[in-house]
C-alpha cells in the first residue's frame, strides 16, 4: 500500500510533507467576514485526472437519480474539448452558452430540457475563453446565467479531464468537487494529480471520491485507503469517498443505445450505485452553500 503511495506522488513529482503549499481564493464568506444566508444553489464539479473514466455518465445518471429525489438538477456541459451530454441523452443541441451573447436570447433558450427531466446547457468554447472576452460580454453571459438559480436546487457541471488551468478554475470555483476514477494505476495517478492541484488553489477544499468500474469490496477499500491516505499525508488533504459503482455490462449498453442507465436499466446494479450516491449527496452531511452560482459565475467569468 505505502508502495502505492510512493509511486503516485513520485510520478505527480509531489514535494515532502510539510514542505507548504500556497493556499489562494478565498470563500465570499470569508472576504465579507460574515456568513451570507441567502438562497443559492449547490454547486457541485465533476471531474477526473484521467479521460474516459465515467464522468459524463455520473452527471447525466446523477442528474435523473437526483431528480427522482425531488431535487431540480441543472447540468453545466464543461467538458470542452468531450461536451458530449448530448450524445448520452441521444440529443442535439443547436444553442450553446456563446449564444447568449444575441441580444435576442435568453436564458430560457439555452437551458434545454432533454429528456429523462434532464435540464441542461452545453458549455460550447464559452467558459473556456472567457478570459479573451470583453469585460461587457463578461457581464452579459454572468448576468444571464445568474438566472438559473431560480431553476435549480442543484447545478452539476461536467468538466474536463486532468489538471489545465479551466478545469482547476471549475474545481476552485465550486462549493463541491466529485472526483471520478477508475481503480486502474494510471486513472489513480491522474487522480492524485488533480488532488494535488486542487489543494494548491483552493483555501476550503471540499472534495469526495468516487470509484467508478469497480470489480468488488477489497478493491474498493485497497483504492480508497491508498488516495485518503496519501492526500492527507502529503497534502493536507481530507478525502471521503461519497461511493463506488461497480463494472457494469449495461453501462455499456446504455451508452450504445443513448438512454442513460437511471432510465433504461434503473435495476441495474450500477444503476442502484448512482441511487445510492444522491442519496449520500442529499441526505449526507449538510453541505453548506459558500460561494454558490453567483459565487461561481463570478469567479469564471471574473466580473
Ligand atoms: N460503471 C461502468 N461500467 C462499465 N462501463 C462504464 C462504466 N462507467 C463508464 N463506463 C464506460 O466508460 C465510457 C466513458 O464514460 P464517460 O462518462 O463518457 O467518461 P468521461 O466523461 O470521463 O470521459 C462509457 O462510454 C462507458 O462505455
Ligand atoms: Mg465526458
Redesign the pocket.
Known amino acids: 500500500m505505502d508502495d502505492q503511495a510512493a509511486r503516485l506522488r513520485l510520478l505527480v513529482g509531489d514535494k515532502k510533507p510539510g514542505s507548504g503549499v500556497t493556499k489562494l481564493g478565498k470563500s465570499v464568506s470569508d472576504q465579507n467576514g460574515q456568513q451570507e444566508e441567502h438562497f443559492s444553489p449547490r454547486t457541485i464539479a465533476i471531474t477526473?485526472g484521467k479521460?474516459?473514466?465515467?464522468?459524463?455518465?455520473?452527471t447525466v445518471n446523477l442528474a435523473i437519480a437526483l431528480g427522482n429525489m425531488g431535487k431540480r438538477v441543472i447540468v453545466i456541459d464543461a467538458?470542452m474539448g468531450?461536451a458530449?451530454v448530448d450524445i448520452l441523452l441521444g440529443t442535439t443541441s443547436r444553442v450553446n452558452l456563446m449564444s447568449l451573447l444575441d441580444p435576442d436570447v435568453e436564458l430560457e433558450n439555452v437551458l434545454l430540457r432533454g429528456p429523462y427531466g434532464v435540464s441542461y446547457i452545453s458549455g460550447g468554447s464559452g467558459m473556456e475563453h472567457a478570459m479573451e472576452m470583453t469585460v461587457a460580454e463578461r457581464e452579459i453571459l454572468f448576468r444571464k446565467l445568474a438566472g438559473c438559480e431560480e431553476w435549480a436546487d442543484i447545478i452539476l457541471i461536467d468538466t474536463g479531464?486532468g489538471i489545465g488551468n479551466n478545469v482547476l478554475d471549475f474545481l476552485a470555483s465550486a462549493d463541491e468537487v466529485l472526483l471520478i476514477t477508475t481503480p486502474e494505476p494510471t486513472a489513480l495517478t491522474d487522480a492524485y494529480a488533480v488532488m494535488k492541484g486542487y489543494s494548491n488553489i483552493t483555501a476550503n477544499p471540499n472534495l469526495k471520491l468516487i470509484v467508478?468500474?469497480v470489480i468488488d469490496e477489497p478493491e474498493i477499500r485497497e483504492v480508497v485507503g491508498t488516495l485518503s491516505r496519501t492526500a492527507a499525508r502529503f497534502l493536507k488533504l481530507p478525502v471521503e469517498c461519497l461511493g463506488y459503482?461497480?463494472?457494469?455490462k449495461l453501462?455499456?449498453k446504455s451508452?450504445r443505445q443513448q438512454v442513460p442507465i437511471m432510465a433504461g436499466y434503473p435495476d441495474a446494479i450500477?444503476a442502484k450505485c448512482i441511487s445510492s450516491i444522491a442519496s449520500g449527496l442529499v441526505n449526507g452531511r449538510q453541505e453548506k452553500v459558500k460561494l454558490g452560482w453567483r459565487g461561481f459565475l463570478k469567479k469564471i467569468f471574473k466580473s
Not at 479521460?51 to 455520473?58: A, P
Open positions: 477526473s479521460g474516459g473514466v465515467g464522468k459524463t455518465n455520473l467538458d468531450m458530449n479531464a467508478n468500474r459503482i461497480y463494472d457494469d453501462m455499456i451508452v450500477s
